[in-house]
């Protein structure tokens, strides 16, 4: 995989090979086994009803307590996993000769190109594209095309870098798609107490601030929000201390009423009112 940089737009080259597993092979896999958990009753839902799933033009807003919640949140639509694997299947027998043979071979190396810049979706627009941290995604290349960068200012990012970064949001949403946005900035643990959102009984942390330009991106597309609250995530991948998820950790994921504003509202606003709708789903 490589990127190569023109006019201030990213191309991303990667093995399709790779494209192959990760669409038909580890998606699947993972929509299955959080149907596994929900079944278990390690995974519960609260309001599922509320998630809008015939609509497009939405940013799915998640809290962000650990990187199981990278995991889980863009699987939220894990029906629509499946009904592109039904809709590819023909492509899909296609691709499996294909690789078959290549691997016989030993001549994995045909390429697809992905316009980044121009907000395009290695899936369909009913998949939601989640959108990461350029300084996260240095341990995570492959991901590049399945996830977006967003690089902010203070991990170096560069104005017409993060300008690029809304445009591709912007066409992702203005073509009726979807995209996560953890738009904290980071994990709850990982900045101080001025970022936070402290429980008033407990003084414990409960939430992060939303990041400013989050807010804009808001304020110019008019995008229907659907903010998530994920409770116990932090359990099941805890940082630093075990290398693999403890799946039998129970999580709850509460899905907010959606909320729309108007295009040109304040991000201020944007931000007090985003806020205050996700500190009363945490308490809901």
Known sequence: MEVINKKQEEIVIFNKFLFFLIKYIGTPIICV???LLEGAKRIEFKHY???PLWEG???VLPNHRSWWDVVI???LY???WFREILRDMIDLGKELLITIRRVSHWVIDERVKIKIGNGENVFSRDVPMTAADKHNLRHFPWLIGFIFRVNRKKHGGTVQERAASARFAQRV???NGRIVVFAEGGRLDSVGDEEKIFDIATRQPILRLLEPGFCELVSITGAKIVPVILIGTDKVMPRGKFPFPRVWRKVLIKIGEPIV???GASPDFVRDAIDKARIDLYYE
Do not use: D, G, Q, S
């Open 73 to 75: 949140v863009p699987h």
């Open 57 to 59: 033009k939405i940013i």
């Open 49 to 51: 009803e509320r998630l």
């Open 78 to 80: 894990f029906p629509w």
């Open 261 to 263: 504003f108007p295009t």
């Open 33 to 35: 086994l959080l149907i």
């Open 173 to 175: 949403l203005e073509r």
